[in-house]
């Protein structure tokens, strides 16, 4: 394993599959997972925040309580007022951790063209890499979970019997 998240979606507001622990993420870092991945020998890296651009201040308090452990930050894309000069602000005051667009996604009212604004925006902003959350669905948006994203639509659109594949438009 070379990478983990301690935590994805850091303030569950939605139903995805999430726990909690915002408030002691620091602590369990430092006292548990760190010296954990430490002691058994792993060269794991450990990544911060792994949510939205709208509240940098969390990654920020992570980092300046487990920088020994944790040198890296993924961000996600659905919020709202998402601007990637988050991410250039975030480089300016830490130059030395990477910074990863972990998530985004295609909604069924955007074109595939959108993939080129939440590849292109963080990696002009210190991005290191972006990954799409949903590289491909059915004709039905799923699969997913139950309570999961309904409206989330892949780069690539499979029919749901699997008898062919588009690029959604």
């Known amino acids: 394993m070379s990478v983990l998240t301690t935590q994805r979606v850091s303030f569950p507001d939605q139903l995805d599959p999430s726990v909690p622990w915002t408030n002691r993420l620091p602590d369990l870092i430092e006292n548990f997972v760190g010296p954990a991945l430490r002691i058994a020998g792993l060269d794991t ?9 709208d509240v ?10 487990d920088s020994e452990y944790v040198d ?5 894309c659905y919020a709202s007022n998402n601007t990637w000069s988050v991410m250039t602000d975030f480089h300016n005051k830490n130059p030395n951790v990477d910074q990863y667009m ?3 996604w295609l909604s ?13 925006g963080p990696l002009q902003n210190w991005g290191r890499g972006v990954i799409a959350w949903v590289l491909g669905t059915n004709t039905d948006l799923g699969p997913h979970l139950p309570g999961g994203c309904n409206s989330c639509r892949g780069v690539v659109e499979i029919a749901t019997d699997g008898s062919s594949y588009t690029l959604t438009k």
Request: charged share 10%; with cysteine; hydrophobic share 35%.
């Open 108 to 120: 069924p009212f955007t074109s595939w063209y959108q993939s080129i604004y939440f590849t292109m």
């Open 72 to 76: 890296t930050v993924a961000w996600h």
């Open 45 to 53: 890296e450990i990544w911060a925040y792994d949510h939205n651009l």
């Open 102 to 104: 972990t998530e985004c």
């Open 56 to 65: 940098p201040s969390y990654p920020q308090e992570v980092i300046d309580h």
